[in-house]
């Protein structure tokens, strides 16, 4: 099941795409910028709905949410279901929350290990270009 929430985040707005499956949740969250209305939320979803898909598919999971697999519900305890989480639209849950804060110290990781290696690979070219000047000099004695 895919659901997704739109909540107001200080001054921005803000999307939480949540896909359950077999009881495990991923999540990510992305800006929305100002007050979305339907129209442009269908838009917007129109266009980045794949990419935002593929990144929640690619979050690491967390187990949560109650699944009603295998169960039989009745129809009309199910409208009442919905209307409920039609209801609380703007809330998140916490499974969801913590896919998201999974998702995003893995970001902060894979940017840690990017910025290490260019600041490595600087200090190679730095190295090599200080070991050229040098030997540059000593032809010209």
Known sequence: ???????????FWIGVLEIVEGGRVRAIRFPLGSEPSDPELYAYLMRHGVALLDQASAAPAVAGGRSAEGRRVNPKRAAKLAARAAAKVSSRSTAAQEAMRLELESRKQESAAGRRDRRRELAEHKREVARRKRIERRRDR
Do not use: A, E
């Open 1 to 11: 099941m895919v659901t997704l929430s739109v909540y107001l985040d200080g001054p």
